[in-house]
């Protein structure tokens, strides 16, 4: 089985531009969450999202960040006028559905993309 | 979530048993205590879990206290590949899933 897929995994952007993350989730895996992880630092939590629904976006950012988990196809973070600040890496992890009951769900992370702002 | 405490770094002999500590003295009845661990530059790897009962699996072994306000992770045989930072995290078991909210963690060195 395939494991959680992120692409790039190498981004340079110029300040201003933007910057998209593509995050393929384990096949079957219904939860996406997006990590970000500054230099010298720890994993932060951004967002966690189900298909086509934010569920928490508590630790993004207020301007500029935003994510989505389509019906299909990969979810995306999306960086707007990129600034050096957002230099890190991104990290997604995906999470099987829980079928409704209260369970320890095991979060499986990808390689992550390293996003470098010039 | 309960906050965890976990040395920053640690050192263990190629071969020899790591035995990582984490003390989570606030932990509530439902929720479990996670390992992950991030190898130099990697996506963090999931290691174990449990609940109250020591667990144990291809990887690595959690012993729980019975008060649970404590754990260890045992990498039986550590190799140098095993060097990383080790991450202990508690968390609520939740139907809707949930993030996980990472500490310093423990930086492991596995030496020759």
């Known amino acids: 089985n395939a494991g959680v897929m992120q692409n790039p995994r190498h981004l340079v952007r110029r300040r201003g531009q933007e910057a998209r993350l593509r995050c393929s989730p384990v096949?079957?895996?219904?939860?996406v969450y997006w990590y970000r992880q500054l230099p010298e630092e720890g994993l932060k939590f951004m967002v966690y999202?189900?298909?086509?629904?934010?569920?928490?976006e508590s630790g993004m950012p207020k301007e500029r960040f935003s994510a989505e988990f389509p019906k299909e196809g990969p979810s995306i973070l999306r960086i707007q006028q990129v600034v050096r600040g957002d230099s890190a890496a991104y990290f997604c992890?995906?999470?099987?559905?829980?079928?409704?009951?209260?369970?320890?769900?095991?979060?499986?992370f990808g390689p992550g993309t390293r996003l470098t702002v010039l | 979530d309960a906050k965890t405490t976990q040395p920053p770094s640690m050192d263990c002999a190629e071969g020899r048993a790591a035995n990582l500590p984490c003390n989570h003295s606030t932990i509530s009845g439902n929720e479990y205590v996670y390992w992950y661990r991030q190898i130099h530059s990697q996506g963090p790897q999931y290691i174990i879990h449990?609940?109250?009962n020591n667990e144990t699996n291809e990887m690595a072994s959690l012993i729980i206290t019975e008060d649970r306000k404590s754990s260890t992770l045992i990498l039986p045989h550590a190799t140098l590949r095993d060097t990383a930072v080790y991450y202990c995290?508690?968390?609520?078991?939740?139907?809707?899933?949930?993030?996980?909210?990472f500490g310093q963690g423990t930086e492991l060195s596995v030496k020759p």
């Open positions: 449990g609940l109250k």
């Open positions: 995290i508690v968390r609520v078991a939740y139907n809707q899933g949930g993030k996980l909210i």
């Open positions: 992890a995906s999470s099987p559905p829980t079928g409704g009951a209260p369970r320890a769900d095991t979060q499986y």
């Open positions: 096949k079957g895996h219904s939860h």
């Open positions: 999202l189900q298909k086509e629904n934010i569920i928490d």
